[in-house]
């Protein structure tokens, strides 16, 4: 069981360049969402979904794009990178349901845009 | 939406001491309210949770409060170890929201041996 899984780990990219964050879930959890950290600012969510085949948007939801093709999967989409998005992005799923409402998270992935 | 907001922003204490950190709120309509420890460079782990129908939880060492009157939650670490040294964050959620959780900014608490 591996949990939450997000790749890459570690990426650096250029103003205006795109890319995607994946993230995997292998405990058939309905929820995931993406959240970035901030020094001292804490986690701000980014977008969420509630189901394959959902979105919807978080607190910080510009600048980003979010699609869960797959109930395992939740990729995240930056179309244009900025120096702004710069930060640590977690991604995190939670059974949903009657469940407890704990999220568990993935590793991070370390994002650098310059 | 809802608002949390987290003090103190660093906690130094000396080993054997006790450590509070506190949370306020501002929906109350949450009813969720976990506590997560991020070691540095690690992902958030729940560390302990309390719901709005219950006044208190307590696990070994933590425990934590909660006022629903005033909107705000407490944790509170007891005999503190050096392994106790993390980044600690509040939260709320409620349920019907899609469990999604709004994060205080986070407390770096220091364990000095």
């Known amino acids: 069981n591996a949990g939450v899984t997000q790749t890459p780990k570690f990426r650096v990219l250029k103003t205006g360049q795109s890319m995607t964050l994946l993230c995997a879930q292998d405990?058939?959890?309905?929820?995931m969402y993406w959240y970035r950290q901030d020094p001292g600012m804490g986690l701000r969510l980014i977008h969420y979904?509630?189901?394959?085949?959902?979105?919807a948007k978080g607190e910080v939801p510009d600048g980003y794009n979010v699609s869960r093709l797959k109930k395992q999967n939740f990729l995240l989409g930056l179309e244009s990178a900025a120096p702004s998005q710069t930060s640590v992005y977690f991604c995190?799923?939670?059974?949903?349901?009657?469940?407890?409402?704990?999220?568990?998270f993935g590793e991070g992935s370390r994002l650098t845009v310059l | 939406g809802e608002n949390v907001e987290q003090h103190p922003s660093t906690l130094s204490v000396q080993e054997g001491d006790s450590a509070v950190i506190k949370c306020t709120y501002s929906d109350s309509a949450s009813n969720y309210f976990p506590w997560y420890k991020q070691e540095l460079g690690k992902r958030p782990q729940l560390i302990i949770d309390?719901?709005?129908?219950?006044g208190e939880k307590k696990d070994q060492r933590i425990a934590v409060t909660l006022n629903k009157t005033a909107k705000h939650f407490s944790l509170h670490i007891t005999e503190t170890q050096p392994e106790d040294s993390a980044v600690y964050f509040c939260a709320a959620s409620m349920k019907a929201a899609g469990n999604k959780l709004t994060f205080g900014g986070g407390t770096r608490v220091l364990v000095k041996p």
């Open positions: 405990m058939n959890h309905e929820y």
């Open positions: 979904s509630v189901g394959e085949g959902t979105t």
């Open positions: 995190a799923s939670s059974p949903g349901g009657p469940s407890t409402g704990e999220l568990f």
């Open positions: 309390i719901r709005s129908n219950v």
